[in-house]
């Protein structure tokens, strides 16, 4: 089974851009779909996007479109997720999960295989 860390979150003004990182440790990267979730101060963990294992689709909460992109690489045992035109609501915890079963992650599922720490995401001037 994979280990995911999350890194590259922070401080960033409205209107700024993130790209947030989630480092796969483990020989079966390559067989997880990944997705991108969001929990924002006193809410419910969200879906915001996933990318299937081979990359070769992804998909995104609609209220994100436009603004974040989901990416992977293999070599690098990685996936970002590049978020621009940054919002106040944008604030929060940014987790990534993993999941052999594409289906839970297209349709947005929380109940996933394998989840990372989190990173903080504060979008404030």
């Known amino acids: 089974q994979v280990q995911l860390v999350e890194s590259g979150g922070g401080l960033v003004q409205p209107g700024g851009s993130l790209r947030l990182s989630c480092a796969a440790s483990?020989?079966?990267?390559?067989?997880?779909?990944m997705g991108w979730f969001r929990q924002a101060p006193g809410k419910e963990r969200e879906f915001l996007a996933a990318i299937s294992w081979s990359g070769a689709w992804t998909t995104y909460q609609n209220s994100v479109k436009g603004r974040l992109t989901i990416s992977r690489d293999t070599a690098k045992n990685t996936v970002y997720l590049q978020m621009n035109s940054l919002k106040p609501e944008d604030t929060g915890h940014y987790y990534c999960a993993a999941d052999r079963r594409s289906e839970r992650l297209q349709r947005g599922d929380l109940n996933l295989e394998v989840w990372g720490q989190g990173t903080l995401v504060t979008v404030s001037s």
């Open positions: 483990g020989r079966t990267f390559s067989s997880y779909n």
